[in-house]
């Protein structure tokens, strides 16, 4: 529901994840601030769309939900990108893997940054793959097409959930593309 002093509307958000609320809100706010109707920003909202490769939802030949946020990551964007995993709709039920790249450009906070990301993944009762880079905490993957061939060996089934997220520099939106 978007309230606001010229009345409100129901709204339901056109992109995934609970972090977009916010954005929606300033892109409201300053909508209305510009004279454009309540209706009008209804409309926008609902019709917004994510540049490709942010939180794109789409359900794997397995059945198993693929939620490919391989455009760049950052500490922020990793844990709403794992927020957004553990509420997926059905996912509760299956398990839920993350296969992360690496956070490039993090400086001397990467190893703290990668292993914030590792127990919040941890909290969440996500599984991760990583990819690349041992700052997770876990054994990393060479490359894409070993995650491949990990999640293959999983036998992902509908009720199951994957994100699939890193920095560009890791490449993994051609993983999300071998999956689909």
Do not use: F
């Amino acid at each position: 529901m978007l309230v606001s002093p010229w009345g409100q509307v129901a709204v339901r958000l056109g992109i995934r994840g609970v972090h977009n609320v916010s954005n929606a809100l300033a892109a409201a706010t300053a909508a209305l601030g510009l004279g454009i109707s309540l209706e009008q920003v209804a409309v926008g909202l609902e019709s917004a769309v994510t540049s490709p490769w942010r939180m794109d939802l789409q359900t794997m030949p397995s059945g198993a939900l693929l939620l490919n946020d391989s455009y760049n990551a950052g500490p922020a964007s990793m844990a709403a990108a794992l927020r957004a995993l553990s509420s997926l709709p059905g996912a509760g039920s299956g398990r839920r893997i993350a296969v992360l790249g690496l956070m490039a450009e993090l400086g001397d906070s990467a190893p703290q940054e990668h292993q914030a990301v590792a127990d919040l993944a941890d909290q969440l009762q996500i599984q991760i793959i990583a990819v690349g880079t041992d700052l997770y905490g876990v054994p990393p993957l060479a490359g894409i097409n070993e995650a491949e061939a990990a999640l293959d060996s999983m036998s992902l089934t509908t009720g199951d959930a994957v994100l699939v997220k890193g920095s560009r520099v890791a490449g993994l939106e051609r993983l999300a593309q071998l999956l689909l």
